[in-house]
């Protein structure tokens, strides 16, 4: 079971950073229009998911460990602290930038997600255990 959330979690990270990417290039005016799709909606959404397979796999990983001196191995103590505080930190800042461009008037909309959603974009490339960072971890 590890292993499918492992392989869901690594393969949903692609459709999520194109998303993402998508959301800062487009022009939105779905709150002009209802019967567009919202794409950073349905973003947020992909990262929630994300994270909640994320919660369930940092409990179920053998990456994540609270041993005795476990921050002194790099790969425990990236999967245990830095990477699951990096991408919790980054939907808190997705979810602020979107709640709060709900509140703006139709011109500052795009602006304000964009802003968010590109802090939050460098926060889980920062985070993502590449496999040059020296993990073990494939690029799916």
């Known amino acids: ?8 979690h690594s393969g949903l990270r ?13 022009n939105h005016n779905s709150y002009a229009d209802k019967k567009t799709i919202d794409i950073p909606l349905y973003t947020l ?3 929630a998911l994300q994270i909640f397979i994320g919660i369930i796999l940092y409990f179920l990983s053998n990456n994540v460990t609270f041993e005795s001196g476990f921050m002194k191995s790099a790969q425990h ?7 699951s505080f990096g991408m919790i930190l980054a939907f808190i800042i ?3 930038g979107y709640s709060k461009s709900r509140k ?3 011109s500052y909309r795009n602006k304000t997600i964009k802003l968010y959603y590109a802090i939050a974009l460098i926060i889980v490339i920062a985070s993502i255990p590449w496999p040059f960072r020296g993990f073990g971890n494939s690029w799916f």
């Open 1 to 8: 079971m590890e292993s499918i959330l492992s392989y869901a």
């Open 14 to 26: 692609w459709i999520f950073i194109i998303m993402v990417l998508y959301s800062l290039i487009k």
């Open 45 to 47: 959404i992909l990262f």
């Open 77 to 83: 103590r990236f999967f245990t602290v830095e990477h």
């Open 94 to 96: 997705m979810f602020l």
């Open 104 to 106: 703006k008037p139709i």
